[in-house]
T-cell receptor
Framework: EDKVVQSPLSLVVHEGDTVTLNCSYE??????LLWYKQEKKAPTFLFML????IEKKSGRLSSILDKKELFSILNITATQTGDSAVYLC???????????FGKGTKLTVNP | DAGITQSPRYKITETGRQVTLMCHQT?????MFWYRQDLGHGLRLIYY???????DKGEVPDGYVVSRSKTENFPLTLESATRSQTSVYFC???????????FGSGTRLTVV
């Protein structure tokens, strides 16, 4: 059975800290891995990763994929209270447009 | 407005009632999805559709019915609501290619 596992499930940090969120997966015919941020409403898109070793970056957020070890990480540097959210990892497979989600990591950034 | 719209935003219904959640997208995306989100489970796929008149079950389809007579609409019906269907429901769409998914704002459904 296809599986997406995120860790930790929750994390509390102080403003200015750097955090690393993990997503490991077992899926046949991998196509892409996506990261979303969810703040009490619809998930919003952060990154899509398809190739190993190529870092995607947007401001203080970055992400990388390791297709050999079957995981991805999402880094957030110099965290701010506005980064408080649930971060979701999802996969797509070749031949299917379905998104398979992990359970998410709830990040709380305290001032 | 362009985008993906869900209605209603909030709904309280009684056990045994039929409820329909609406989803409308303006991009003419081929693919549409219904997910439910519950604490401890993340987002789970209920049903999806690859085109008008083509639908298929997801991970948790029991108790739900969908239809897609027009590309832009993908309603989700709970035929006889149960308390276990209390959840937040999200509709999403994409043109395909493994990216470009957009989510609606969600419907919070409470079954009492």
């Amino acid at each position: 059975e296809d599986k997406v596992v995120q860790s930790p499930l929750s994390l509390v940090v102080h403003e200015g800290d750097t955090v690393t969120l993990n997503c490991s997966y077992e899926v046949t015919n991998f196509r892409s891995l996506l990261w979303y941020k969810q703040e009490k409403k619809a998930p919003t898109f952060l990154f899509m990763l398809t190739s190993s070793g190529i870092e995607k970056k947007s401001g203080r957020l970055s992400s990388i994929l390791d297709k050999k070890e079957l995981f991805s990480i999402l880094n957030i540097t110099a965290t701010q209270t506005g980064d408080s959210a649930v971060y979701l990892c999802a996969l797509t497979q070749g031949g299917s447009e379905k998104l398979v989600f992990g359970k998410g990591t709830k990040l709380t950034v305290n001032p | 407005d362009a985008g993906i719209t869900q209605s209603p935003r909030y709904k309280i219904t009684e056990t045994g009632r039929q409820v329909t959640l609406m989803c409308h997208q303006t991009w003419s995306h081929s693919y549409m999805f219904w997910y439910r989100q519950d604490l401890g489970h993340g987002l789970r796929l209920i049903y999806y559709s690859a085109a008008a008149d083509i639908t298929d079950k997801g991970e948790v389809p029991d108790g739900y019915v969908v239809s897609r007579s027009k590309t832009e609409n993908f309603p989700l019906t709970l035929e006889s609501a149960t308390r276990s269907q209390t959840s937040v429901y999200f509709c999403a769409s994409t043109e395909g290619g493994g990216h470009g998914y957009t989510f609606g704002s969600g419907t919070r459904l409470t079954v009492v």
